[in-house]
């Protein structure tokens, strides 16, 4: 399949620098619009939720078990501050947030 005979794809994951950097590259490439949502939320938030999805997270996110706090947080440091190109929407989700206003963002 060819990236021009779609009319929309949706990546998803917890994207490293150069991987960014790399999607920009095509989208470039192919002049394509990109839409980027990034959400995050406060590292404390974050450690939390981590803890408690661990015992049922796939067999495979295994590999990248932290045993402390600190190791987490030095982690998770790697992903921010990334060279987007196109439209973003930062969506904190300490506190949750409303599907309607991200789809109304998509829509404009």
Do not use: C
């Not at 980027?36 to 067999?59: G, I």
């Amino acid at each position: 399949m060819h990236l021009l005979s779609l009319d929309s794809i949706i990546l998803e994951s917890n994207f490293r620098k150069y991987e960014i950097e790399r999607l920009n590259s095509i989208a470039q490439e192919y002049n394509v619009t990109v839409l980027y949502l990034v959400l995050s939320a406060s590292p404390d938030v974050l450690y939390e939720r981590y803890v408690e999805r661990n015992p049922y997270r796939h067999e495979t996110h295994h590999s990248v078990d932290f045993t402390t706090k600190q190791q987490f947080l030095d982690i998770i440091s790697d992903f921010s501050d990334f060279p987007f190109v196109g439209r973003v929407l930062h969506i904190d989700t300490t506190y949750g947030y409303l599907l309607d206003d991200i789809i109304a963002w998509i829509k404009q």
